[in-house]
């Protein structure tokens, strides 16, 4: 299979050089002293705050990406132990119609900061216009079949 390899785990992946080699990657500011084997960080290229970070995969595949989800907590925890920031979100956007732009797993973690929006009630539920703040009436339910 093209661009398939299988991995050291039980399961078929692509790697992260193979998606990279394909011209997949565009990032560049690797801050290597906070990846590992399972995952890269970068700065994201277009910050929604300062201090916006990205953690790639090293292989796609559910492993590598909870691993990168993981230290994605872990480091919004100590940055906002120590004061650094005063909160954070952390997301993934799979697939067109969440928003994914580079079709490389990478998981977001976005530093918060008091008075860094309007309204910061709902977090990532802002994703969709209207329905962050669930206790406004702009909030409609979604209907579901």
């Known amino acids: 299979m093209t661009g398939v390899q299988t991995c050291a785990l039980p399961i078929y992946c692509v790697t992260l050089d193979q998606a990279r080699e394909q011209g997949l990657i565009p990032w560049q500011d690797e801050l ?3 990846g590992s084997y399972w995952y890269k960080v970068y700065r994201d290229a277009y910050p929604v705050t300062p201090g916006h970070l990205l953690f790639v995969p090293t292989y796609d595949n ?3 990406v909870q691993h990168a ?3 994605a907590y872990i480091l919004g925890k100590k940055l ?6 005063q909160g954070f979100n952390i997301g993934m956007n799979l ?3 969440a928003g994914q732009t580079v079709m490389y797993p990478h998981i977001h973690l976005i530093p918060r900061y008091a008075g860094d929006c309007a ?3 709902g977090g990532v539920r802002g994703v969709i216009p209207g329905q962050a703040n669930y206790r406004t009436d702009q909030y409609t339910k979604p209907q579901c079949s």
């Open 95 to 97: 697939g067109h119609a």
């Open 62 to 64: 559910s492993i590598a």
């Open 69 to 71: 989800f993981e230290q």
């Open 80 to 85: 906002c132990d120590s004061g650094a920031i």
């Open 119 to 121: 309204d910061p009630v």
């Open 32 to 34: 290597p002293e906070l």
